[in-house]
């Protein structure tokens, strides 16, 4: 079974400001949220409708009704706090120059989406990985890591007090428990942890940009998860689940105007100049259809 990632449901959030970090303690205001619900109309004729699935899609298996951005604020996601204020990024294992490059723009690419200071912790050695929590995959003859014992047994123990999430970043490949041949990420949204690999992500050299964006996808799709983001179904959109690399590698790096809508209202962002500094940075790293995407964006908000 090769699905992109297992979730265990539970609620999280998180907060930002433009320029340096905030403290979000005061609810959101409803001239706040109508400001929030103009936008978002502004912006939906840009996005396209989400298509059929092709057999194998995610939403083939998957019978998922979707969230609106009302029903995501009914939700009541947990939000940051004046002690829940920072995502935490842990790498697992050490990787090379080129991976860790891209470990860096992560991080970059994080703040810009979330609003919130992303803070990386030092490598957690796989020395300190018991027996039991590794393989060799049958197929691949790769060693694979047990993603249950990263969320439980590495993760939770150690996340920080501050931490609206800690997210680790590997890039051995993983597996969830028996009867599973691979899974790309895992979540726990009850305790505010998760994992994602980049080992079928393709060649950091050979394949730079799209790795790169491969890496930045699953990274905020993942996160989205853990600030109680559920599946979109209602368009093309980064929040679309993924059962296979060909249909994660179709999905946007955008997020759509009704999920991005959730993150602006959880995290307290401007929409306008968010997305020109997205555009900005996906147009440096040569993702050009994410960088137009951003920039109409951008535009149709002023």
Request: charged content about 20%; glycine content about 8%.
């Amino acid at each position: 079974m090769n699905r992109r990632h297992v979730l265990e449901l539970g609620l999280l959030g998180g907060t930002s400001a433009l320029l340096g970090w905030k403290l979000l303690a005061a609810p959101v205001t409803h001239a706040e949220v109508a400001a929030y619900i103009r936008q978002m109309e502004i912006i939906r004729p840009l996005f396209t409708a989400k298509g059929a699935p092709q057999p194998g899609d995610w939403l083939a298996a998957h019978k998922e009704s979707g969230q609106t951005f009302a029903q995501y604020r009914a939700s009541d996601p947990n939000r940051p706090t004046k002690e829940r204020t920072k995502i935490y990024l842990q790498p697992i294992g050490e990787g090379n120059e080129e991976r860790n490059r891209v470990t860096g723009l992560l991080r970059e690419f994080m703040q810009m989406i979330f609003g919130l200071e992303i803070v990386m912790m030092p490598a957690f050695s796989l020395e300190k990985f018991p027996a039991a929590a590794q393989r060799v995959n049958g197929f691949t003859h790769q060693r694979q890591l047990l993603s249950t014992h990263i969320l439980n047994g590495v993760l939770k123990p150690n996340r920080p007090a501050d931490a609206v999430a800690v997210l680790a970043i590997t890039h051995e490949d993983l597996w969830p428990g028996d009867g599973w041949n691979f899974v790309f990420g895992q979540a726990s949204l009850g305790d505010r942890v998760g994992v994602w690999s980049t080992a079928r992500m393709g060649d950091p050299v050979k394949e730079a940009t799209l790795f790169l964006r491969r890496v930045l996808q699953v990274a905020v799709h993942e996160t989205g998860h853990m600030f109680g983001i559920k599946h979109c179904t209602a368009y093309e959109c980064c929040m679309n689940g993924a059962n296979h690399q060909g249909e994660s590698d179709r999905t946007p790096l955008v997020f759509c105007a009704e999920c991005d809508a959730k993150l602006w209202w959880a995290c307290q962002l401007k929409p306008a100049p968010r997305a020109k500094d997205l555009a900005a940075f996906a147009e440096k790293h040569e993702l050009k259809a994410d960088a137009a995407q951003w920039r109409h964006i951008a535009e149709a908000l002023q």
